[in-house]
């Protein structure tokens, strides 16, 4: 598994959760890293993504409420939850652009983490 997120939960509404996602050692040179979200038979939407110089976007329903960040150093994503509603039910996803070392080659690739389970209780 090359993105590990982790901070999934269950929690009621107006409480906050916060995720994090570690790339692995093999994943270098990381560019953009975000978070996107799939609720229960809804399609995979973005929800915040970061650059490496740390410059930040969030979609609508989110903003305000949630809080991307990145730690370079140790290759993380974090995704900080607040005033979550039942709405914010979804499986997150971390998602990162970087270079791996592969058959003898650098390649430029794209990864994404298992995705963990954010479940808001109304």
């Known amino acids: 598994v090359q993105l590990q997120a982790c901070g999934g939960g269950l929690v009621q509404a107006g409480g906050s959760l916060r995720l994090s996602c570690a790339a692995s050692?093999?994943?270098?040179?990381?560019?953009?890293m975000a978070w996107y979200r799939r609720p229960t038979g809804k399609e995979r939407e973005s929800v915040a993504s970061?650059?490496?110089?740390?410059?930040?976007k969030y979609s609508d329903s989110v903003k305000g409420r949630y809080t991307i960040s990145r730690d370079n150093g140790k290759k993380m994503v974090y995704l900080q939850m607040g005033s979550l509603q039942p709405e914010d039910t979804a499986v997150y996803y971390c998602?990162?652009?970087?270079?791996?070392?592969?058959?003898?080659?650098?390649?430029?690739?794209?990864?994404w983490g298992q995705g963990t389970e954010v479940t808001v209780s109304s």
């Open positions: 998602y990162a652009e970087g270079t791996e070392y592969s058959s003898g080659s650098f390649r430029r690739a794209t990864y």
């Open positions: 050692r093999s994943i270098f040179d990381i560019d953009d």
């Open positions: 970061i650059t490496k110089g740390g410059i930040t």
